[in-house]
Nanobody
Framework: VQLQASGGGLVQPGGSLRLSCATSGFSFHLKNMGWYRQAPGKQREMVAVSQARGNIYYADSVKDRFIISRVNAENTLYLQMNNLKPDDTAVYYC????????WGQGTQVTVSS
């Protein structure tokens, strides 16, 4: 399983970013995929999940601001993040839902003025 998250950066509050997660080595279209984040000094938390059968769910803190999507033909997972807040600052990771290893380096998102 290979997971490569990208697209992070420094953005001002209220700004937007789009994260991408390129995957390989498994049947992406059959897997529930998630975005997770870990802020300094905090535990990793779920941000959004896209299930293989189409269901989507979000953490309450990002509902109505973030949109998770996937392109199965490209084995790629996306996270559109709008109206970013300083509390969204974290390293963002993608992974197969329920998988507890192989997190990769993630991509840093910093929201600051």
């Amino acid at each position: 399983v290979q997971l490569q998250a990208s697209g992070g950066g420094l953005v001002q509050p209220g700004g937007s970013l789009r994260l991408s997660c390129a995957t390989s080595g498994f049947s992406f279209h059959l897997k529930n995929m998630g975005w997770y984040r870990q802020a300094p000094g905090k535990q990793r938390e779920m941000v959004a999940v896209s299930q293989a059968r189409g269901n989507i769910y979000y953490a309450d803190s990002v509902k109505d601001r973030f949109i998770i999507s996937r392109v199965n033909a490209e084995n790629t997972l996306y996270l559109q993040m709008n109206n970013l807040k300083p509390d969204d600052t974290a390293v963002y990771y993608c992974n197969v839902e329920g998988r507890t290893e192989g997190w990769g380096q993630g991509t840093q998102v910093t929201v600051s003025s």
